[in-house]
């Protein structure tokens, strides 16, 4: 593994079920993914791949784009484990870290797709290695993507419509684990709490006018 720590976790629950890897001496040393979403299973879910958090040196969290809830909900369970412990906090991003283990299983130049709020979608564009663009975009504007080479993240079950068509990518807390490792500067540490990303932000305001951390 790429990072310096020897005891790290990295979590994510941006979508629809919760992933969590536990990296010790380089390898994953556990791995935990449930089928519910994050307010109702991510402290069970951390403590079975993290039984002894207080030895964690770092922690990775995703910040989104993705479910606004699920990301406070690791973010809370994160910063009260980082100021009892002082292991560091790292965010990255769900879209980049997809769009790298794609790459890695060969697909050179795609555009990779995540559910928005309601009506829009964030659209990473990816060519050989290089984020190219990452922006909203509305749902109707997805019928000019071509599905041959266009991608959607599987965060959610039931996704508007127009996502439909494409082809879903979803990755394991292992694969994450991996990529990561391989491209340990889609990781960047931030402040605690860490706070819920998306490229327009839009849907993060009232939450974060009603709901701080």
């Known amino acids: 593994m790429a990072f310096e720590f020897k005891n790290y976790a990295i979590v994510d629950a941006c979508g629809a079920r919760v992933k969590i890897a536990r990296i010790a001496c380089g390898e994953i040393a556990a791995s935990v993914e449930t089928s519910e979403p994050a307010m109702e299973s991510f402290c069970e879910a951390f403590y079975a791949a993290c039984p002894n958090p207080l030895e964690l040196e770092a922690v990775m969290v995703c910040t989104g784009p993705g479910s606004v ?20 906090i790292f965010e990255w991003n769900s879209m980049e870290v997809a769009a790298f283990a794609m790459f890695k299983g060969g697909v050179c130049r795609f555009t990779l797709l995540a559910p928005g709020r309601k009506g829009f979608a964030n659209a990473l564009e990816f060519a050989n290695g290089n984020f190219l663009d990452l922006k909203e975009i509305s749902t109707e504007e997805t019928f000019n993507l071509d599905p ?66």
């Not at 909900?73 to 910063?79: D, E």
């Not at 959610?156 to 394991?172: D, G, K, M, T, W």
């Not at 490792?181 to 931030?190: G, Q, R, V």
């Open 69 to 88: 809830l699920g990301i406070r909900a690791s973010s809370v369970a994160m910063s009260c484990i980082a100021a009892i412990s002082g292991a560091k």
């Open 148 to 213: 041959a080479s266009t991608f959607l993240l599987d965060q959610r079950e039931n996704v508007e419509s127009p996502l439909e068509r494409f082809e879903r990518i979803a990755l394991s807390a292992n694969e994450i684990a991996e990529t990561l490792s391989a491209h340990p500067e889609l990781a960047s540490k931030c402040e605690t709490p860490p706070d819920a990303k998306s490229p327009a932000k839009k849907e993060f305001v009232k939450w974060k006018d009603q709901a701080r951390i």
